[in-house]
């Protein structure tokens, strides 16, 4: 099982630089960054943790629309553009796989971004990892104009369009929310045929988004190792009856726990990424070292 690291990169807490160099330098696969464009100061849209409602879906009950946990983080605001800071972070490192986690597809220009990806995978030597969804605050994804009730629908036609600038010289896509005529577009991704594609989110219809159009699946962990490595072998057998694609697992925000680790390990988890608290770059340096601690722990164990 591969291990990378996943936090909140900010204008006030360590920096894409040192933070790349550091993980390169501890041996870990991969860093995944989280993102969004701004956050409205008027939000009606609750706040969940994402672990809380990780938890939630994997015990199989409703997460009632109302339920809040409290403030939205400081950290939330601060986050710079991720592909520009994986940008920067792929400049410094020569192994270490970057990737977005997640990026927010249903706010973003499809053919802007289509460039902007295929420029970061061509530039990186092919290292960048794209984990998408569509989101939760719907106030963010208005002032972007996208309808929050049709947000998995955009974000679907945008991801599928994509893969027509990536794969074609003549790229063309005609659909509900993205329509445009023969287009050429440059660079093409390092990747074949284009960055994977990780498909994020909890419960069956974020497993099916993945098997559609994305190359995998990437829960949160949701504080239940037990439960959530049950969800992923009861969708990887239906799968297999129906004859559906089957997504590799890459699990989100997992602690630095050996136990853990070893329980999704054996579920067939592909990568875990670990969760690095959000800190300054001397604390979060001193995070770092516990997270390897941990990680070779679980790894002697094997």
């Known amino acids: 099982m591969k291990i990378g690291v996943t936090t909140f990169v900010t204008d006030n807490g360590i920096g894409p630089v040192p933070l790349g ?9 991969s860093f995944f960054m989280p993102e969004h464009t701004h956050i409205p100061v008027s939000r009606e849209s609750p706040f969940m ?15 009632p629309p109302e339920m809040s946990a409290g403030d939205l983080p400081e950290k939330y605001a601060r986050t710079p553009d991720p592909l520009v800071a994986l940008s920067a972070m792929a400049a410094v490192t020569s192994r270490l ?10 706010q973003r220009d499809p053919i802007i971004l289509a ?25 963010e994804m208005r002032n972007h104009g996208t309808d929050p009730r049709h947000r998995n629908a955009v974000l ?14 003549k790229a063309e896509f005609h659909g509900t929310h993205v329509d445009f005529a023969p287009i050429l577009s440059w660079p093409k991704p390092v990747s074949h045929p284009h960055p994977p594609i990780l498909v994020g989110g909890e419960g069956h219809p974020s497993y099916r988004r993945a098997q559609e159009y994305g190359d995998g699946w990437a829960p949160i962990y949701g504080g239940d190792p037990e439960s959530l490595a049950r969800q992923i072998t009861r969708f990887r057998a239906e799968a297999e009856v129906t004859g559906a694609p ?7 925000w997992a602690p630095a726990d050996p136990a853990v680790l070893e329980t999704l390990a054996a579920a067939g988890v592909e990568r875990v990424l670990l969760d690095l608290p959000w ?19 679980f790894l002697g164990r094997g």
């Open 21 to 29: 160099r550091a993980l390169e330098e501890r041996d870990f696969e």
């Open 49 to 63: 943790p994402m672990t809380a409602k990780a938890h939630l879906v994997l015990a199989g009950e409703r997460v």
């Open 97 to 106: 796989l970057v990737g977005t986690g997640i990026l927010l597809v249903a």
């Open 115 to 139: 460039k902007q990806v295929a420029s970061l995978d061509h530039l990186s030597g092919g290292r960048f990892l794209f984990g998408v969804a569509a989101g939760w605050n719907r106030e």
């Open 156 to 169: 679907r036609e945008r991801i599928l369009a994509m893969k027509e600038i990536w794969t074609r010289e």
């Open 246 to 252: 089957v997504p590799p697992v890459t699990v989100f």
């Open 279 to 297: 800190a300054t770059e001397e604390d979060s340096l001193r995070h770092l070292d516990r997270l390897v601690g941990a990680r070779e722990e």
